[in-house]
């Protein structure tokens, strides 16, 4: 099996120059990293600020289990859990066929999640389905 804990994540994000750009970042950029890290147990996220021509100018390191200390009370990792939690149990319910792509939609304003089939293809290659079925023997 692979050490998760050797990976990290990259971001990047506008440089935070007023108290929206500041808002904006903890509210709902750091919401999305966090998130997105901690469901994979990544324990660190190096973020670039970058420019309005797109230049990275700074960067800072970022440990996963600190970021809901940063945010105060603009939002609780534990509905956010929940949530997840809910959409993994719906998708098991009801995403019962193989090969299809399904795809969840908020409805506004945020009150509502819908799950629909699509007709798009299946994007996973094949040698990956095998693999995480367990049949991988080396």
């Known amino acids: 099996m692979v050490e998760v804990t ?8 506008k440089i935070i120059s007023t108290d929206r750009d500041d808002f904006v970042f903890k509210r709902y950029k750091l ?4 998130i997105q890290s901690y469901l994979v147990d990544t324990k660190t996220i ?8 797109g230049v990275v100018r700074r960067v800072e390191r970022l440990e ?3 970021i809901p200390t940063l945010v ?18 719906m998708a098991k319910k009801f ?7 399904y795809s969840f939609q908020y409805g ?3 009150n ?27």
């Open 31 to 34: 919401l999305s990293f966090w």
């Open 72 to 89: 105060g009370d603009l939002w609780n990792p534990r509905p956010c859990l929940n949530c997840g939690f809910d959409l993994i149990a």
């Open 112 to 138: 509502s999640i819908r799950l629909t089939q699509t007709s798009l293809p299946p994007f996973l290659p094949p040698e990956f389905l095998h693999w995480m079925s367990g049949d991988n023997k080396s």
């Open 6 to 13: 050797r990976y990290l994540e990259l971001k990047t994000s």
């Open 46 to 53: 190096v973020v670039g600020f970058r420019d309005e021509t």
């Open 108 to 110: 506004a304003p945020f």
């Open 95 to 101: 995403c019962d066929k193989e090969n299809i792509v």
């Open 64 to 66: 996963v289990a600190r």
